[in-house]
């Protein structure tokens, strides 16, 4: 982590917003600024998070199709 830079997890964010070239992303917590961000969860989910950053182009992602799955262990 420490050659990546700031690394956040367990961290729920709002949303991301692109001023000025880099990120800024909204938690509960506060705002983060940064160059880079990676995003850790499912397409639908970064279709929204990324709406306003893109001009609701990333909502390609929701429209990613998912294959039901389902898990039993006895």
Do not use: H, M, N
């Not at 367990?10 to 880099?22: M, N, S, Y």
């Not at 989910?45 to 898990?71: C, H, K, N, Q």
């Amino acid at each position: 982590a420490r050659e990546i830079g700031d690394v956040r997890t367990g961290t729920a964010c709002q949303r991301v917003l692109r001023p000025d070239g880099g990120f800024r992303v909204e938690t509960a917590a506060g705002a983060v600024e940064a160059e880079r961000v990676v995003l850790a969860v499912p397409a639908d989910v970064t279709a929204r998070l990324l709406d306003e950053a893109t001009s609701g182009a990333s909502r390609l992602f929701a429209e990613i199709p998912y294959a039901a799955v389902a898990l039993v262990s006895l």
